[in-house]
T-cell receptor
Framework: DAMVIQNPRYQVTQFGKPVTLSCSQTLNHNVMYWYQQKSSQAPKLLFHYYDKDFNNEADTPDNFQSRRPNTSFCFLDIRSPGLGDAAMYLC?????????????FGPGTRLTVT | AQSVTQLGSHVSVSEGALVLLRCNYSSSVPPYLFWYVQYPNQGLQLLLKYTTGATLVKGINGFEAEFKKSETSFHLTKPSAHMSDAAEYFCAVTRAGGTSYGKLTFGQGTILTVHP
């Protein structure tokens, strides 16, 4: 089945130690999104790729970076995680920003910072 | 700017009772509206969406929602709750065009509890 896959599902990192979260998709969608969801809150968009075009949200901290080496994969890099970065990180995809606004979500990676 | 308000952060119903989760939106242009469900430690799953056309939208698992432009509402209903419906539900809006590029704005979520 076509799907959005996130690895790992659970990640523990130390304060200040760089960490990378992975997302892959078999849907061949043009757009890939990264959301941060803190406990009991709505998902908050960090950035998205439209094909190779990177679009950062204005309030996303510089500590968060992303890479999309090809259509299928997208990575979220947190350069120096702080305790406040502990959250669920959700990857989502959509066919196109214009044709369809429906987003397909992966299962998420829960990040713990110790 | 667009925004979403979900009335009630927690809703509790008995199994077999009507489920009603409220969502009001604010958008300066015609919106696209969505309801997503999230089970613990899982991603979001699309229940249903409204883009254009029929204002009563049917989704998965017996859920439906009605777009009421005059009330700027998109409430989610299910005639008979099941234990498996217990989850968190998010209403979301995006603009039909413009510079938001499909960006979803989520409500704060409503946790649905279903009692036996």
């Amino acid at each position: 089945d076509a799907m959005v896959i996130q690895n790992p599902r659970y990640q523990v990192t130390q304060f200040g130690k760089p960490v990378t979260l992975s997302c892959s998709q078999t849907l061949n969608h043009n757009v890939m999104y990264w959301y941060q969801q803190k406990s009991s809150q709505a998902p908050k968009l960090l950035f998205h790729y439209y094909d190779k075009d990177f679009n950062n949200e204005a309030d996303t901290p510089d500590n968060f970076q992303s890479r999309r080496p090809n259509t299928s994969f997208c990575f979220l890099d947190i350069r120096s995680p702080g305790l406040g970065d502990a959250a669920m990180y959700l990857c989502a995809t959509s066919i196109d920003r214009v044709i369809s606004y429906e987003q397909y979500f992966g299962p998420g990676t829960r990040l713990t910072v110790t | 700017a667009q925004s979403v308000t979900q009335l009630g952060s927690h809703v509790s119903v008995s199994e077999g009772a009507l489920v009603l989760l409220r969502c009001n939106y604010s958008s300066s242009v015609p919106p696209y509206l969505f309801w997503y469900v999230q089970y613990p430690n899982q991603g979001l799953q699309l229940l249903l969406k409204y883009t254009t056309g029929a204002t009563l939208v049917k989704g998965i698992n017996g859920f439906e929602a009605e777009f009421k432009k005059s009330e700027t509402s998109f409430h989610l209903t299910k005639p008979s709750a099941h234990m498996s419906d217990a989850a968190e539900y998010f209403c979301a809006v995006t603009r039909a065009g413009g510079t938001s590029y499909g960006k979803l704005t989520f409500g704060q979520g409503t946790i649905l509890t279903v009692h036996p």
